[in-house]
C-alpha cells in the first residue's frame, strides 16, 4: 500500500524551539509538495521540489522556514525559531508526471 | 484576488440529491485541474482530474471543465450522508507546476 509517511503526526513545542518534520514520498514519485493548513488561510503552499531540486518556495517564510531533500526517500521541513503563528497541520504530497498529489496524514504543530 | 476560488459553503443537500460543487481560477494558462475531498480531521485525497474542456464522468462524480470562463465544476449524484466533507478544488499552470488549492467548500449531505 504505497503511502506518503509524515512524522511526527503530533508536534507540542514551545516558542522559540526548533521544529523539523519528515516525509517519506511515495517510492518512485519524483514531485514534492510542503502545505500548511489552517482555518483561516486553508491550504497554502510552501515549496516543492522535483527531483530533489527545489523549484518554489516562494510560499515559505525565509528567515524562519527552510525546507531540503538530502535524497530521494526524505524531505524535511524545519522551523525555526517555532512562533504561535505557525501553529497548523502541515502536510507533504507526493506525485509524478501528471501534478496530482498525494497526501501524507499530516503533521499537527502546536507552539505554545 | 484569490488564484482558485471556491465558494466556502455549507452546502446542504437531502440524500440522493445532485451536489454541485464550484471553482473558478484566475491564471489562464492553467493545464489542470484537479479535485480532493476532505473530511475532517484526515488529509485531502485526490476524487477526480480533469484537463480537457467538456466533462469528465467517473461513477458518481462527473467534473466540468470551460476553460473560456476559468470555471470548473464536480457534480455528485445521488448524495450520500458519506459524501459530507470538504471539496477542494485544485490548478496547476503546467506539469510540474505550482498545485493551489482553493479555500474549499464544505458539503453535507441530509439523511
Known amino acids: 500500500d504505497a503511502r506518503v509517511t509524515q512524522t511526527p503526526r503530533h508536534k507540542v513545542t514551545e516558542m522559540g524551539q526548533e521544529v523539523t518534520m519528515r516525509c517519506q514520498p511515495i517510492l518512485g514519485h519524483n514531485t514534492v509538495f510542503w502545505y500548511r493548513q489552517t482555518m483561516m488561510q486553508g491550504l497554502e503552499l510552501l515549496a516543492y521540489f522535483r527531483n530533489r531540486a527545489p523549484l518554489d518556495d516562494s510560499g515559505m517564510p525565509k528567515d524562519r522556514f527552510s525546507a531540503e531533500m538530502p535524497d530521494a526517500t526524505l524531505a524535511t521541513l524545519k522551523i525555526q525559531p517555532s512562533e504561535p503563528r505557525d501553529s497548523a497541520v502541515y502536510f507533504c504530497?507526493?506525485?509524478?508526471?501528471?501534478?496530482?498529489?498525494?497526501f501524507g496524514q499530516g503533521t499537527r504543530l502546536t507552539v505554545v | 484576488q484569490k488564484e482558485v476560488e471556491q465558494n466556502s459553503g455549507p452546502l446542504s443537500v437531502p440524500e440522493g440529491a445532485i451536489a454541485s460543487l464550484n471553482c473558478t481560477y484566475s491564471d489562464r494558462g492553467s493545464q489542470s485541474f484537479f479535485w480532493y475531498r476532505q473530511y475532517s480531521g484526515k488529509s485531502p485525497e485526490l476524487i477526480m482530474f480533469?484537463?480537457?474542456?467538456g466533462d469528465k464522468e467517473d461513477g458518481r462524480f462527473t467534473a466540468q471543465l470551460n476553460k473560456a470562463s476559468q470555471y470548473v465544476s464536480l457534480l455528485i449524484r445521488d448524495s450520500q450522508p458519506s459524501d459530507s466533507a470538504t471539496y477542494l478544488c485544485a490548478v496547476t499552470r503546467n506539469q510540474g507546476g505550482k498545485l493551489i488549492f482553493g479555500q474549499g467548500t464544505e458539503l453535507s449531505v441530509k439523511p
Open positions: 504530497a507526493s506525485g509524478l508526471v501528471r501534478d496530482e498529489a498525494f
Open positions: 480533469i484537463y480537457s474542456n
